[in-house]
C-alpha cells in the first residue's frame, strides 16, 4: 500500500469534505511495474455526483474578481512545484512512467496554471471602438457556470492542469472526475488545495467511481452547462448525443494517429533522436506521440538503423528504478493491443527490425520494437496503438505522403522533418492535423492552443484560445444618453 502525506484519503471530496460512501465496494489501484495493490479508492457514484454539482452550483453565489483568481492560479503554481517530486512519484507508482519525466509532468501542469494566471487580463470586459445605435458596446466573458473535467490516465496531472486552469480563470465552478486507474495523482492535488487555497465552499470537486453513473449525471444536472473530456473518440462520441438533450458544451480531447515524416533530405540522426521523444514518452502512451512514421524509400534503411541503435539503448523496467528509460504499459488489454499491432503487421509482410526483451519481467510490460516495410493496410496505421511499436512505412512522392498521411479519422498531432522549409511548410499546409511541427518532435505547451481537427475532437486548452473555453460572452449595449 502507497503511504504518502498527500494521501491522507483514497475518497471523494465534495463540497470541501472528503467523502466516501458504504454503499459499494472500493476500487483497488495498483502499480503497473509489480502488479501490487497500491490503494482502495472509495467508489462514487450517481448521488455522489449531483451532490457534487448542487455544491460546485451554490459557489457560484460568491463570484471573484480576476485578480483574486490569479492569485489562486499562482497559489497552485507554488504547491505543484513545492511538491514535484512527491507527486511524482505517486504518479510513478499509478501510472508506471519514469519518475524523471513524472516529475517533469509536474512542472508541464504548473505551467498551465502559469500561463492562465499571467494573462487572465484577457477575460477582462472589453469596449468595442465603434458606438452603434448611438451605444457604448461591451463585451464581458461571464463563467459558464459548473463544468464537467473528465480526464484520461495517462497523463494524471498534466490533463487536469490543462482543463482546471481555464475552468478557474473563468471562476466556473468544477466537478472533476479522474481515471480509476490513475486517481491517486488528482487527490495528492487535492489535498495541497484543501490544505493552502482558500476557495468558496464547493469551488472544486472530485468524484471517483465508475464512469457511467458519473458522466450520466453531468449530462443530466442543469446546472452543468460545459464538459470537457479527453479520451477515445468512441466515448466522445456518445458524449456528443447525451448533449444534445441539455443543450450542454462539450470541449473533446480524442483519439490520435499522428504522421511522423522524414524525408530524404532530412538530418536523420537529429529525426531519429527527436522520435525517441516523441515516441516512448509515456511508453508510447500518449494521443500525439509518433503513430505511424513515414520515411522516405531513399533513406528508409538507413533511418531504421539510427532508429533501431537508439531503441536498443533503451531500458525497461520499474519507473522509479535508476536508468529506467521507459516503464510498463497501463494494463493487460495495453499490452495485447501492442502485440497484436505488432503480430498484425509482421502477417501482412512487415519485417522485424529491433525488439526488446522483457520475458521474466513482472507487471505489464511490452518490448520496444521496430518494424520496416509496414504495409498501408495494417492495423496499426488505422487504429493508434498507445504502445512502444515503432512502425516505419515506405513514401515515394510528397503528393503520395499526403495522401497517405491524412488516410485516417483523426487530426490531433504530425510531424515533419526536412532540410528544405518551404517543402515543409508547404507539406504542413497540405497536412490536416491540428497540431503540425516542423524540424521538431515537441506536443503542446501551455502557451499556445492544442486540439483536434475531424474526429480528433473540437475546442482548444492552452493559450489565449484555451482562456476562453468555459466563458460565455455577454454583450451589454449603453445608450449614449
Known amino acids: 500500500m502507497i503511504e504518502s502525506d498527500l494521501l491522507p484519503q483514497f475518497s471523494g471530496y465534495i463540497a470541501d469534505q472528503w467523502t466516501g460512501t458504504t454503499d459499494e465496494a472500493g476500487i483497488p489501484v495498483t502499480n503497473p511495474a509489480t502488479g501490487e495493490t497500491l490503494a482502495e479508492i472509495t467508489k462514487l457514484g450517481r448521488t455522489e455526483t449531483l451532490r457534487a454539482i448542487d455544491a460546485a452550483e451554490a459557489s457560484l453565489s460568491e463570484p471573484a474578481s480576476l485578480e483574486q483568481r490569479r492569485e489562486w ?26 519518475v524523471a519525466e513524472a516529475q517533469g509532468e509536474v512542472d508541464y501542469a504548473a505551467g498551465f496554471f502559469r500561463f492562465c494566471g499571467d494573462n487572465i487580463e484577457q477575460l477582462g470586459p472589453r469596449t468595442i471602438d465603434e458606438q452603434p445605435k448611438d451605444c457604448t458596446w461591451t463585451v464581458h466573458h461571464r463563467p459558464a457556470g459548473v463544468v464537467g473535467l473528465v480526464t484520461p490516465w495517462n497523463f494524471p496531472i498534466g490533463m487536469i492542469a490543462k482543463k482546471l486552469s481555464a475552468a478557474l480563470a473563468a471562476d466556473c465552478a468544477c466537478v472533476i472526475k479522474p481515471s480509476s486507474k490513475t486517481p491517486l495523482t488528482m487527490m495528492s492535488l487535492f489535498t495541497l488545495i484543501d490544505r493552502h487555497l482558500n476557495l468558496p465552499r464547493g469551488k472544486l470537486n472530485l468524484v471517483v467511481g465508475s464512469a457511467n453513473p458519473i458522466t450520466n449525471a453531468l449530462f443530466e444536472h442543469s446546472a452543468v452547462r460545459i464538459v470537457s473530456f479527453t479520451g477515445s473518440t468512441e466515448v466522445g462520441k456518445h458524449l456528443i448525443e447525451q448533449s444534445a438533450t441539455g443543450v450542454k458544451r462539450l470541449t473533446l480531447e480524442l483519439g490520435g494517429n499522428a504522421p511522423y515524416i522524414v524525408f530524404e533530405d532530412a538530418d536523420l540522426d537529429y529525426a531519429a533522436d527527436q522520435l525517441m521523444g516523441n515516441k516512448f514518452r509515456g511508453g508510447g502512451q500518449t494521443c500525439v506521440c509518433a503513430n505511424r512514421v513515414f520515411v522516405h524509400q531513399r533513406v528508409a ?8 541503435e537508439r531503441v536498443r539503448a533503451l531500458q525497461v523496467g520499474d519507473g522509479m528504478a535508476s536508468g529506467v528509460n521507459i516503464g510498463p504499459l497501463i494494463d493487460d ?3 495485447d493491443k501492442v502485440r497484436r499491432h505488432v503480430q498484425d503487421a509482421l502477417d501482412k509482410g512487415a519485417k522485424r527490425v529491433y525488439q526488446g526483451d522483457t520475458q521474466g519481467m513482472r507487471g505489464t510490460y511490452y518490448p520496444p520494437t521496430v518494424l520496416s516495410n509496414v504495409p498501408q493496410d495494417a492495423l496499426c496505421n488505422d487504429e493508434e496503438t498507445f504502445g512502444p511499436l515503432v512502425p516505419l512505412i515506405p513514401f515515394g512522392s510528397d503528393a503520395e505522403l499526403v495522401a497517405a498521411a491524412n488516410d485516417t479519422d483523426f487530426g490531433l498531432a504530425a510531424y515533419v522533418f526536412t532540410a528544405d522549409t518551404e517543402r515543409g511548410q508547404r507539406v504542413i499546409a497540405q497536412l490536416k492535423f491540428a497540431h503540425a511541427a516542423l524540424n521538431t518532435g515537441t506536443g503542446p505547451t501551455p502557451e499556445a492552443p492544442f486540439g483536434g481537427m475531424k474526429q480528433s475532437g473540437y475546442g482548444r486548452e492552452g493559450g ?6 468555459f466563458t460565455e460572452a455577454q ?7
Open 73 to 98: 492560479l499562482h497559489q497552485i503554481v507554488t504547491v505543484l512545484q513545492a511538491n514535484r517530486e512527491e507527486i511524482g512519484r505517486i504518479l510513478t507508482l499509478e501510472h508506471g512512467k519514469p
Open 301 to 308: 534503411d538507413t533511418f531504421a538503423e539510427k532508429v533501431t
Open 333 to 335: 488489454n495495453a499490452v
Open 464 to 469: 489565449i484560445e484555451g482562456l476562453f473555453e
Open 475 to 481: 454583450t451589454v449595449p449603453v445608450a449614449n444618453r
